[in-house]
T-cell receptor, first 116, second 114 residues
């Protein structure tokens, strides 16, 4: 079966520090991968998605970047964190449409990021 | 505004009652809908999905109804249990080239009272 792992679960960082959040998927190959941010009491905002190694699409202009160095690894980064980067960051994977049109996205348990 | 929204931000029910969580969407091109359950401190968990060519789908204690005429989606939970307490999100999918995007509503907080 497929599993998705995110770490760390919680992170407290000072303003201006760098960031690296990691997400890995097991049990599937060539998944679509996604990074979302969830503000308190709100829905999910798509930040980045990737359909393959080195292929990253950004949904919103921001202080963050994403990379996919390996097929099942997705990394969210920042060179200098802002206060507004605080939030709950979720990674998700899905089967690409050509392998299964009606397939949901599956989420990790997220990283709670607090910027001080 | 958001294309997927919810009629009620909170819902409180007694254990054993049936729960109905509603969702409105505005994009008539959306072809697939998903309900997720999110417990505190965890990621959203897939509950049930439905394609736009269906109007009803049943799972274990859950039923999703889709009314395309009024662009309305609902999740029914039978015999609600304390473990059902969580935030429930609906999501709609719209095909986007060879890929697709999910748009999520803000969520409904379901509280089950023992």
């Amino acid at each position: 079966s497929q599993t998705i792992h995110q770490w760390p679960a919680t992170l407290v960082q000072p303003v201006g520090s760098p960031l690296s959040l990691e997400c890995t998927v097991e049990g599937t190959s060539n998944p679509n991968l996604y990074w979302y941010r969830q503000a308190a009491g709100r829905g999910l905002q798509l930040l980045f998605y990737s359909v393959g190694i080195g292929q990253i699409s950004s949904e919103v202009p921001q202080n963050l970047s994403a990379s996919r160095p390996q097929d099942r690894q997705f990394i969210l980064s920042s060179k200098k964190l802002l206060l507004s980067d605080s939030g709950f960051y979720l990674c998700a994977w899905s089967v690409p449409p050509h392998r299964g049109l009606n397939q949901p996205q599956h989420f990790g348990d997220g990283t709670r990021l607090s910027i001080l | 505004g958001e294309s997927v929204g919810l009629h009620l931000p909170t819902l409180s029910v007694q254990e054993g009652d049936n729960s109905i969580i509603n969702c409105a969407y505005s994009n008539s091109a959306s072809d697939y809908f998903i309900w997720y359950k999110q417990e505190s401190g965890k990621g959203p968990q897939f509950i049930i999905d439905i394609r736009s060519n269906m109007d009803k789908r049943q799972g274990q204690r859950v039923t999703v109804l889709l009314n395309k005429t009024v662009k309305h989606l609902s999740l029914q939970i039978a015999a609600t249990q304390p473990g059902d307490s969580a935030v429930y999100f609906c999501a709609e999918r719209k095909m986007w080239g060879s890929n697709y995007k999910l748009t999520f509503g803000k969520g409904t907080l379901l509280t089950v009272n023992p």
